[in-house]
């Protein structure tokens, strides 16, 4: 069966701190994964897509993994600022279906002031 | 701003009510979508409208009627809701149908509560 896990559910940081976010998959075979992030009362937002070849994407502060071969996915947050506090979900997409984005259940992260 | 715009932003009705939920892109995109966002559950796709036909049907119930006029427009009409229907309606729209590299483009959502 397809699945999207991430851990952890949730996580507290103090701001300035540096997290990573991890994101375990079973999609197969697998065409490529995105990392969405979701302000509280908003749409989930895309911050980085990679494929199969690609090992790492960088965004601003937000750097993804991929391990294709372990099928694991992390999203590091460097220096982390309070707006970075939302849900972060790992969408992992299969070559074959159509309109098959694999959604995972999301990290809900709080960063402290 | 996404450039997809949904309204209204919260509902509330009871079970024998009939609503309807807009969502607008000014993206122009040929594809649209209506997820559902259940707490501590992932996104359940729900409708796919391609070019305005429909071309994925995701086994929902028909208490939800989708309707796409043209490809800038998406509504969901909503009657004889269960409670356990709460939730985030979530629109999107992408590029294309069918690619699962293109990026999807999220509303903010209709936060619905069924009493």
């Known amino acids: 069966k397809n699945q999207v896990e991430q851990s952890p559910q949730s996580l507290i940081i103090l701001e300035g701190k540096n997290c990573t976010l991890q994101?375990?998959?079973?999609?197969?075979?697998?065409?490529?994964l995105r990392w969405y992030k979701q302000d509280t009362g908003r749409g989930p937002v895309s911050l980085t897509i990679?494929?199969?070849?690609?090992n790492t994407k960088s965004n601003g502060r937000y750097t993804a993994t991929l391990d294709a071969d372990t099928k694991q996915s992390s999203l590091h947050i460097t220096a982390s600022q309070l707006s970075d506090s939302a849900s972060y979900i790992c969408?992992?997409?299969?070559?074959?279906?159509?309109?098959?984005?694999?959604f995972g259940t999301g990290t809900r992260l709080k960063v402290l002031a | 701003e996404t450039g997809v715009t949904q309204t209204p932003r919260h509902l509330v009705m009871g079970m024998t009510n009939k609503k309807s939920l807009k969502c607008e892109q000014h993206l122009g995109h040929n594809a649209m979508y209506w997820y559902k966002q259940s707490a501590k559950k992932p996104l359940e796709l729900m409708f796919v409208?391609?070019?305005?036909?429909?071309?994925e049907n995701n086994s929902v119930p028909s208490r939800f009627s989708p309707e796409c006029p043209n490809s800038s427009h998406l509504f969901l009409h909503l009657h004889t809701l269960q409670p356990e229907d709460s939730a985030l309606y979530l629109c999107?729209?992408?590029?294309?149908?069918?690619?699962?590299?293109?990026?999807?483009?999220f509303g903010s959502g209709t936060q619905l509560s069924v009493l």
């Open positions: 990679m494929t199969f070849s690609e």
């Open positions: 969408v992992v997409s299969g070559t074959s279906g159509t309109y098959k984005y694999i």
């Open positions: 994101c375990n998959y079973t999609v197969s075979p697998f065409s490529n």
């Open positions: 409208y391609s070019l305005e036909e429909r071309v």
């Open positions: 999107a729209s992408s590029r294309l149908a069918g690619e699962t590299a293109e990026k999807l483009f």
